[in-house]
């Protein structure tokens, strides 16, 4: 506080009271206004926001790492390795033209949106109309947040994955929509109750979230799956929003569907692809929104109140990294498929039984029995404490997270193996 109010000094140039604009040509008084602490009250779709649960593992991280301790951080989801060499290129000579520096537009420039819709046929044989069915967004945070606000409102009731990343539930919540969490395992019991759900509640959910290749549980599906999601969907007029992030980053023979290779699927769904995990570009945000014009048009006329678009650089520059740089998200995903493969491994060594996933940038850990009693949350903390590894508690995705850890590929392989060890060495401690 003290401090915050020797900067203010500094930049007023003056003491507390010499700024006293006046109101209508009246002089306030000065001693007056420090009188009464005005109430400041935020919005109820803010409070309804529940506990951020990974802030004390944040604050742990931080203190230790103050304190010098080498963390290996391993529960962000946030790629450590830099973005091809020819996109940074691209930005830094766009970057120089100052006729990119004004405002760009909300959807993205037309060549990018053009891109994407070549990017969605290269790679699963999609037509998209570009002036249509493309939104340029900025991350697919955004999109997905944005897209929420411009279809719900309070009455309304959406269905969200269970467990989920944090995002799917919260932007459902800030609307004032309902969530109705369905789980995601089987598919079979996702299928049955999104269908129940549809026939029996009133009102009917009016939008279902879909996230495959799913974060946080790296859970994959084939083609068919989509075809009953869409089937439900379309006999009860559900629309569809499904988060494809991980829809390149995918392991051996496996190809993600996209839910658009789906026939009809245009009519009642969106589809998020972002260039954060594949092309390394999580920082610069940017991603896509393509599929039911309707859907997008909702979505292009919220973010033209919001967003003036990104800066154009780096939407140039994004157009050269779906251009050129198929061979690097592939061999992205082989970085991250070898360091899957280490990190299981270790795993088994300690006696930890984790399944391999099939795309994603992370292992979805069942917690071995002698130490599930903890608790995810605690057993994160103390794995923090004691082996100094950071990982995500499967309890920060919801209830249906409880019982695993959530661990994301992003160090080398030296430093994954080492954690392992970190972690066996520590939790050996605490079975005995
Ligand atoms: C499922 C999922 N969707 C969206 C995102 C965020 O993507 P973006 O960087 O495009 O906002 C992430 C990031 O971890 C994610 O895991």
Known sequence: MEQGGREEEALTGGGRNDYNPGIGGVQIDGKGIGMKKPEITVARRIERLPVYLFGQINALKTAKRHAGVDIIDLGMGNPNDPTPAPIVEKLREAALDPRNHRYSASIGIPNLRREAAKLYQRYWSVKLDPDKEVVTCIGSKEGFSHLCLALLGSGDTALAPAPAFPIHVHSIAMTGANVIRVPIAPDSLFLSKMADIAEHMTPKPKVAV???????????????????????????????????????????????????????????????????????????????????????????????????????????????????????????????????????????????????????????????????????????????????????????????????????????????????????????????
């Open 210 to 432: 879909l996230n495959y290749p799913h974060n946080p549980t790296t859970r994959t599906v084939e083609l068919d799956f989509f075809r009953e999601v869409v089937k439900i969907a379309r006999r009860h007029n559900i629309m569809l929003i499904q988060d494809f992030a991980y829809g390149l980053t995918t392991f051996g023979n496996y190809k993600a569907p996209s839910i658009l290779q789906v026939r009809g699927a245009k009519d009642l769904a969106v589809e998020f692809f972002t260039l954060s995990k594949g092309w390394n570009m999580a920082g610069w945000r940017i991603g896509f929104a393509v599929g039911n014009r309707q859907m997008l048009a909702a979505l292009a006329r919220v973010k033209g109140y919001y967003d003036y678009g990104i800066f154009q650089p780096i939407q140039i520059a994004t157009i050269i990294a779906m251009r050129h740089c198929d061979e690097h998200v592939k061999q992205q995903a082989k970085i991250y498929e070898r360091r899957r493969d280490v990190l299981c491994q270790q795993f088994a060594r300690i006696g930890w039984n984790v399944r391999r996933p099939r795309a994603t940038m992370f292992v979805w850990a069942p917690i071995p029995k002698a130490l599930r009693k903890m608790g995810s949350m605690d057993l994160a903390m103390k794995l923090l404490e004691e082996a100094n590894v950071a990982v995500s508690p499967g309890v920060g995705f919801g209830e249906e997270g409880e019982g695993y850890l959530r661990v994301a590929l992003v160090e080398n392989e030296q430093r994954l193996a080492q954690a392992v060890r970190q972690i066996g060495r520590a939790s050996r401690n605490w079975t005995t």
